[in-house]
């Protein structure tokens, strides 16, 4: 299977969450066990030799396609969330979306300062989010080896916005 083909797999639904935005919708992907499969496979692969101590997975889609990729590496996992759904002392960060701002938290005590990581969603758009999750990472001392998604829409420039950062996607738009 190819990146291609998987993109054959992913559903746009226009006008969704709002007017004008076309959602990539990829649970039409996850239903294909072996797109899935496939979809995991890359990313292990990409990353089986990198030596990371964690993938942080971005709520709510990044956990869909961190956890797995986390199990099939053989690392823990370290979800980062929207504020106030994680019970332990936290560090929160605001960032804007292409439609307005949200926070997210991570677990003050979920890695160990130097801990080389991968931060993970599902789809890179203006960077906000996963840039958010980043300075989460750094603030607990941690380093992001690497941004990995399964989709990148080109055209709203995430990936100028983290040119710091190391990037993957998979699928580009």
């Not at 709002?18 to 039409?28: S, W």
């Not at 239903?31 to 997975?57: C, K, M, P, S, W």
């Amino acid at each position: 299977m190819t990146e291609q083909h998987l993109a054959t797999l992913i559903r746009n639904v226009p006008d969704f969450p709002q007017p004008g935005i076309q959602f990539k919708d990829i649970t039409t992907l996850l239903q294909d066990g072996a797109a899935f499969r496939e979809t995991i496979e890359l990313l292990r692969v990409r990353y089986a030799d990198r030596n990371l101590d964690a993938i942080v997975g971005v709520e709510s889609r990044g956990f869909i396609l961190s956890a797995p990729l986390a199990y099939a590496l053989g690392v823990g996992l370290v979800p980062v969330r929207k504020a106030g759904k994680l019970p332990s002392a936290t560090y929160r960060v605001e960032y804007e979306l292409e439609y307005g701002t949200n926070q997210l938290e991570i677990h003050r005590d979920a890695l160990q300062r130097g801990a080389r990581v991968l931060v993970v969603d599902d789809l890179l758009a203006t960077g906000g989010t996963i840039g958010a999750a980043a300075a989460l990472v750094e603030q607990l001392g941690g380093i992001v080896e690497e941004m990995a998604f399964l989709i990148e829409l080109t055209f709203l420039k995430g990936r100028e916005k983290l040119a710091r950062y190391p990037l993957y996607s998979i699928i580009q738009y």
